[in-house]
Nanobody, 114 residues
């Protein structure tokens, strides 16, 4: 199983980005997925999660600004990020647990300028 994250870039404060995480390989169905991020000099932190159904969960610091969604046919999870702030600057990682094995994407860098 491979996870390919994309969509990061440089954006001004208040702007938006949409991250994608596409699963490939021996994966037949995408169950739950999560996004994490790691800012320079900080520990990796949870950002958002989506279940195998439609339930979602967000870190308080991104709630009402970020939206996680999925496209089962494309085996892809998205993170729509609106009203970005400089403190959102980080490398964003997607994560899945598939049959008791953890998989991480390679990370995509989001830089928010003030």
């Amino acid at each position: 199983v491979q996870l390919q994250a994309s969509g990061g870039g440089l954006v001004q404060s208040g702007g938006s980005l949409r991250l994608s995480c596409a699963a490939s390989g021996t994966i037949f169905i995408l169950h739950g997925a999560k996004w994490y991020r790691q800012a320079p000099g900080k520990q990796r932190e949870f950002v958002a999660a989506i279940s195998s159904g439609i339930s979602t969960n967000y870190a308080d610091i991104v709630k009402d600004r970020f939206t996680i969604s999925r496209d089962n046919a494309k085996k892809t999870v998205y993170l729509q990020m609106n009203n970005l702030k400089p403190e959102d600057t980080a490398v964003y990682y997607c994560f899945i647990n598939y049959y008791n094995t953890d998989y991480w994407g390679q990370g995509t860098l989001v830089t928010v300028s003030s």
